[in-house]
């Protein structure tokens, strides 16, 4: 797909059909950048329908369009991936889950940004404390 994104990596962990679209994965190869040109592990990208509806997504998931990944970089904080996404233009959406370390990337059309608290339920954005935007 991309210099540092294979198609495997970025299918339904599901069906292994991938459909994500090529502004994500443009995304995430400015993400990369952003980071120091560090390696970015992706825990999941594209989802299929029935993928979304078995790991409790959105029912109208960007996953499901192609348009979002989740994603981490070892060594950095959830905080400082949300502080490096936001500096890339195509970035509109992050979803931050600190308790679990990982990062929800889009390029919907409309900024939106939320987290997760420790359970993985989506709640209200709230800013991240001190030590974890070190």
């Given at each position: 797909m991309?210099?540092?994104?294979?198609?495997?990596?970025?299918?339904?962990?599901?069906?292994?059909?991938?459909?994500?679209?090529?502004?994500?994965?443009?995304?995430?190869?400015?993400?990369?950048?952003?980071v120091g040109?560090?390696?970015?592990?992706?825990?999941?990208?594209?989802?299929?329908?029935?993928?979304?509806?078995?790991?409790?997504?959105?029912?109208?998931?960007?996953?499901?369009?192609?348009?979002?990944?989740?994603?981490?970089?070892?060594g950095?904080?959830?905080?400082?991936?949300?502080?490096?996404?936001?500096?890339?233009?195509?970035?509109?959406?992050?979803?931050?889950?600190?308790?679990?370390?990982?990062?929800?990337?889009?390029?919907?059309?409309?900024?939106?940004?939320?987290?997760?608290?420790?359970?993985?339920?989506?709640?209200?954005?709230?800013?991240?404390?001190?030590?974890?935007?070190?």
């Amino acid at each position: 797909m991309s210099e540092h994104f294979t198609s495997r990596e970025l299918a339904c962990r599901c069906c292994g059909e991938n459909r994500c679209t090529p502004e994500l994965v443009a995304a995430l190869e400015a993400l990369r950048v952003a980071v120091g040109n560090q390696p970015i592990i992706v825990h999941d990208a594209y989802r299929c329908v029935k993928h979304n509806a078995e790991v409790g997504g959105a029912p109208h998931s960007e996953h499901v369009a192609g348009l979002a990944a989740d994603v981490s970089v070892d060594g950095m904080t959830a905080a400082e991936l949300e502080a490096a996404a936001w500096t890339v233009p195509a970035i509109h959406g992050t979803g931050r889950g600190d308790a679990q370390n990982y990062l929800h990337i889009d390029v919907r059309n409309v900024v939106s940004r939320w987290c997760y608290d420790t359970t993985g339920k989506q709640v209200e954005y709230y800013p991240p404390h001190e030590t974890e935007a070190a």
